[in-house]
C-alpha cells in the first residue's frame, strides 16, 4: 500500500521530554502537511511544505516545535520540553501539486501523543 | 481557530434511515470537503464541492453548497452500521490547500 505512513503509532512521555514523530507521504505528492487533533476536535493546521520548503506555519507552532522535511521526501516533527497541553493526535497528511486544481488531501492514521 | 462548525454535534439513527449532518463556515472559499473519521484513526476524504457548484453526489453522498449563507450539507442515504463515524467539513480559504476543520458531527448508526 502507498498511502501516507507515519511512525510511532502512539507515543507516551513524561512532561519536559522531546519527542519527534515521521511522516512518510505519498510518494510522488509534493505537498506535505502537520495537523493536531484534540479529543472531540477537528483537526487543526500546524504546518505545510511544498517539497523541502515550509512555507507556512500556523500560531499554534511554538517556538518548541519544529519540521523538516530535509529532501522533499518524508517529514519530521519535533516537539522539545513536552507539556501536558501537547497530548494530542498529530496527523500527517500529503496531497499532489496540480496547478488550478483544488486536491485532496491523504492522512495517515496519525500519531497519538500522550504526556504524562 | 476552527471556520466550520457542524450540526449537529452527534447524530443516533437507524441503520436504513438517511442522515444529515450540516456545515456553516465563515470565510470566502475556493472549496468545501468532508471527511470521515472512524474512532483513532486518520481521515478519509468523501467528497469535495467546489464554490461554483451547488450540489454533488457520491454513491450514497450528497453534498450541497450555498455559499450565500456560507453553509453546506451531507446527506447519507440508507445508512449502515459502517458508516458510524465523525464526519468534518473542512474549507479551503485559498492559498496553500490549508484546511480549516469544523468539530465535526458524530454518527452513530444502529443496526
Known amino acids: 500500500d502507498t498511502g501516507v505512513s507515519q511512525d510511532p503509532r502512539h507515543k507516551i512521555t513524561k512532561r519536559g521530554q522531546n519527542v519527534t514523530f515521521r511522516c512518510d507521504p505519498i510518494?510522488?505528492?509534493?505537498?506535505l502537511y502537520w495537523y493536531r487533533q484534540t479529543l472531540g476536535q477537528g483537526p487543526e493546521f500546524l504546518t505545510y511544505?511544498?517539497?523541502?520548503?515550509?512555507?507556512?506555519k500556523s500560531r499554534l507552532l511554538s517556538d518548541r516545535f519544529s519540521a523538516e522535511r530535509p529532501k522533499g521526501s518524508f517529514s519530521t516533527l519535533e516537539i522539545q520540553r513536552t507539556e501536558q497541553g501537547d497530548s494530542a493526535m498529530y496527523l500527517c497528511?500529503?496531497?499532489?501539486?496540480?496547478?488550478?486544481?483544488?486536491?485532496?488531501?491523504?492522512f495517515g492514521p496519525g500519531t497519538r501523543l500522550t504526556v504524562l | 481557530s476552527q471556520q466550520g462548525e457542524e450540526d449537529p454535534q452527534a447524530l443516533s439513527i437507524q441503520e436504513g434511515e438517511n442522515a444529515t449532518m450540516n456545515c456553516s463556515y465563515k470565510?470566502?472559499?475556493?472549496?468545501l470537503q468532508w471527511y470521515r473519521q472512524n474512532s483513532g484513526r486518520g481521515l478519509v476524504h468523501l467528497i469535495l464541492?467546489?464554490?461554483?457548484?451547488r450540489e454533488k453526489h457520491s454513491g450514497r453522498l450528497r453534498v450541497t453548497l450555498d455559499t450565500s449563507k456560507k453553509s453546506s450539507s451531507l446527506l447519507i442515504t440508507a445508512s449502515r452500521a459502517a458508516d458510524t463515524a465523525s464526519y468534518f467539513c473542512?474549507?479551503?480559504?485559498?492559498?496553500?490547500?490549508?484546511?480549516?476543520f469544523g468539530a465535526g458531527t458524530r454518527l452513530a448508526v444502529h443496526p
Open positions: 497528511a500529503s496531497s499532489p501539486d496540480k496547478p488550478l486544481t483544488p486536491d485532496t488531501q491523504y
Open positions: 510518494s510522488e505528492h509534493n505537498r
Open positions: 511544505f511544498q517539497n523541502e520548503a515550509q512555507l507556512e
Open positions: 470565510t470566502s472559499i475556493n472549496n
Open positions: 464541492i467546489r464554490s461554483n457548484e
Open positions: 473542512a474549507t479551503d480559504p485559498g492559498g496553500y490547500n490549508k484546511l480549516i
